[in-house]
């Protein structure tokens, strides 16, 4: 089963849309405009409307969905463009949460496997007859199959997928990029046994004996050089940044450290006891390791690889968790008991709160928006994809021709109005909301897809597609950003060669 994901963006901003309205706040809803807010999801485990908390004030909900959501077993990711939480309810059945709308929907009506998805609105699994499926907001079909039965899925930020398996004695990794469906390239891992996951993303790990191999993401696939361990590994986590994992031993009281750019163990941690599961803040403050016996976790510093001591816990898919401010939500009977990062000492209890399934994300979408926000601004246009780009840029954007000195644009529109050249010194003010650059919006993900591969952008920015609907349409929209300035955004936009849409705000 993949371990639960928990995503804390460093931003994530509203998404713009007509028919995406901002969710009414009640009353303690935050106004600050100091970056995202910290905001703490609950659900009733058994089922039940979706509470939104911003941390650290759990007393009043600043936001309730007006549909209920299953009994939910792990969540998978979150899109804070869109606000879509994918999560795998108790059934294993994929969920999208949205946080804008209130609603709540099935993603399948059957339960799928080796759940994972790397934005929270592509989902991929393998369905009962092992073909391996995608599954996207506005339907489609999608399904590959391999000649081997699937262990596990890893959705890449870059668009591609990762398919591991077991097949004749040997690991073999398969690497696609839907919606294609041809294999792109593969590689063969001799020795490789069951999959492990570290939730590194670009990394397959394969565990046979004390011996865990792996296959390096990437433009090429190439397996990494064995690393040997005193014994087999029960569990792998990552830090955050990918550049050192935990790995927990079978009947052994240490973690081994395993250097990313080395590939080998750099060091190890004394442990009270053996672990039997590890959990990583997302943050990459504290690795929890879970006691082999009892209810217990032990607290391990990632900087310099101390042991706090043990708190009291019960260990969920989604407790114990660790908060924004280092302390740490733990189980406690019927009870949420959070505990001071440092010193494990009790701050407070929030009786009956383990009745809740708890997710943390950081987002500023249950924040105010102005009225005229989301009116859009329309241009003229002839062609498909540049008329829907005009139909879905949000106001107060500027259309701009690419450079002379750039590669010509595919579809050029000499239809879009432009405006007069913003002044360098306005350019270079920072915005609190940020500007996107759109460069199209189509009207199937295919065309969207076939856009996006024909960009490179300047300083290794990385563009993606960011679904929405308009009057009942989907549209798929290519976008990069947000930016901090008008003027690093456009540096983007013309990087591109294309013509592209400025505008404040996120999608």
């Not at 990494?224 to 050192?244: C, E, F, M, Q």
């Not at 006891?273 to 390791?289: F, K």
């Not at 300083?459 to 901090?484: Q, S, W």
Request: one cysteine or more; charged letters at 20%; proline letters at 8%.
């Amino acid at each position: 089963m993949r371990p639960p994901v928990l995503l804390l963006a460093a931003l994530v901003l509203a998404a713009c849309g007509s028919d995406r309205r901002a969710p009414s706040a009640e009353p303690g809803a935050s106004q600050s405009s100091r970056g995202p807010d910290a905001i703490v999801l609950r659900v009733p485990r058994a089922g039940g409307r979706i509470a939104a908390y911003v941390y650290p004030n759990l007393d009043s909900a600043v936001w309730r969905s007006s549909e209920s959501a299953p009994a939910l077993d792990r969540v998978l990711a979150f899109d804070g463009e869109s606000g879509l939480l994918a999560a795998v309810d108790a059934r294993g059945i994929p969920t999208r949460l949205d946080l804008r709308l209130g609603t709540v929907r099935r993603a399948s009506d059957s339960a799928l496997t080796a759940l994972g998805s790397a934005n929270g609105v592509d989902i991929f699994g393998v369905a009962a007859g092992g073909a391996v499926t995608r599954l996207t907001p506005s339907g489609g079909e999608w399904a590959v199959r391999f000649p081997a039965p699937i262990q596990t899925v890893e959705p890449q930020r870059d668009g591609t997928l990762l398919v591991a398996a077991q097949r004749s004695g040997a690991g073999v990794v398969w690497r696609l990029r839907p919606p294609g469906t041809r294999v792109a390239d593969s590689v063969v891992v001799s020795g490789g046994g069951r999959v492990v996951s570290a939730q590194t993303g670009d990394r397959v790990y394969f565990a046979a004996g004390n011996e865990l191999t792996g296959v390096q993401g990437g433009r090429t696939l190439a397996p990494l050089k064995p690393i040997s361990l005193d014994a087999p590994v029960r569990a792998i986590v990552a830090t955050p940044s990918g550049d050192r994992f935990y790995a927990a031993l079978d009947g052994e009281s240490t973690l081994s450290v395993v250097d990313r750019y080395s590939n080998a163990v750099a060091s190890t941690v004394k442990l009270p006891g053996p672990p039997r599961d590890l959990r990583v803040d997302p943050l990459g403050r504290y690795v929890l390791a879970r006691a082999a016996r009892g209810d217990s976790a032990w607290v391990v510093t990632v900087g310099n690889d101390e042991v706090l001591g043990g708190v009291r816990t019960a260990w969920r898919a989604d407790l114990p968790l660790v908060l924004p401010d280092g302390a740490i939500a733990t189980a406690v009977g019927g009870d949420v008991v959070i505990v001071d990062g440092r010193s494990l000492a009790p701050r407070r209890t929030i009786a009956g709160a383990a009745a809740d399934f708890w997710h943390l994300v950081v987002w500023n979408g249950f924040r105010p928006r102005a009225k005229g926000l989301d009116q859009p601004v329309e241009f003229k246009s002839s062609t498909t994809t540049d008329s829907a780009a005009a139909d879905s840029t949000p106001p107060d954007s500027t259309v701009h021709p690419p450079d002379s000195t750039a590669v010509p644009p595919t579809r050029p529109d000499t239809t879009a109005p432009t405006r007069p050249a913003i002044p360098t010194a306005e350019a270079a003010v920072p915005s609190r909301r940020g500007y996107t650059v759109q460069f199209a919006a189509a009207g199937t993900e295919r065309e969207a897809r076939a856009v996006l591969r024909q960009l490179r952008l300047a300083g290794d920015v990385v563009p993606r597609i960011v679904p929405g609907t308009r009057n009942g349409k989907t549209l798929y929209r290519v976008v990069a950003g947000p930016f901090a300035t008008r003027a690093l955004a456009d540096r983007v936009g013309r990087s591109s060669g294309r013509d592209y849409w400025l505008y404040e705000g996120a999608p």
